[in-house]
């Protein structure tokens, strides 16, 4: 076997790829952009929902942008630990995104921030104090600092 052809082992074709990817990214970019402005806010309230899905939405398209005019050098395809990981936090996220409304704010965010703290490599123990500081301090933020309201435990008026 050449240099050439073992050097380009394990490789995807990047450039295709990274476009695939830019253009898929920069479709979400747009769809929670247009989707945002469905979202409305409370009476008197500074910061409504759909800011945020707009606030993130500008520098992933941007870099998808990027991704789709100049395609990165990384042209290898993650193994098959890094892929299942890959969909295991899309599939956190998916259920986190179904679930925050029904269950609460406090014990979706717990759930899904405990588990993507796993998909990292943590221990359990490690995840669940971090997921605890990490949940109360994101409720801290959007409930009192940024005066957002997020959704209660159903059957709790706080």
């Known amino acids: 076997m050449s ?4 050097d380009n082992a394990g490789r995807v074709p990047g450039v295709i790829g990274d476009r695939i990817a830019g253009a898929l990214l920069l479709a979400l970019a747009v769809g929670a952009w247009w989707l945002s402005h469905d979202l409305e806010s409370g009476f008197m309230q500074p910061i409504g929902p759909g800011e945020y899905p707009r ?12 991704l789709i005019l100049k395609p990165g050098f990384n042209q ?3 193994g098959r630990a ?8 899309l599939l956190v996220l998916a259920c986190y995104a179904g679930l925050v409304k029904p269950l609460g704010f406090l014990p979706a965010s717990l759930a899904a921030v405990i588990l993507l703290i796993r998909l990292f490599g943590a221990a359990w123990k490690s995840a669940l104090i971090s997921g605890v500081v990490l949940t109360l301090a994101l409720y ?3 409930e009192f600092v940024l005066g957002m309201p997020l959704p209660n435990i159903p059957g709790l008026d706080w």
């Open 82 to 89: 890094a892929l299942v990981r890959q969909a295991q936090t």
């Open 76 to 78: 290898r395809w993650p």
């Open 55 to 66: 606030l993130i939405s500008l520098p992933l398209a941007a870099l998808s942008l990027l």
């Open 140 to 142: 801290v933020l959007f």
């Open 3 to 6: 240099d050439a052809s073992q």
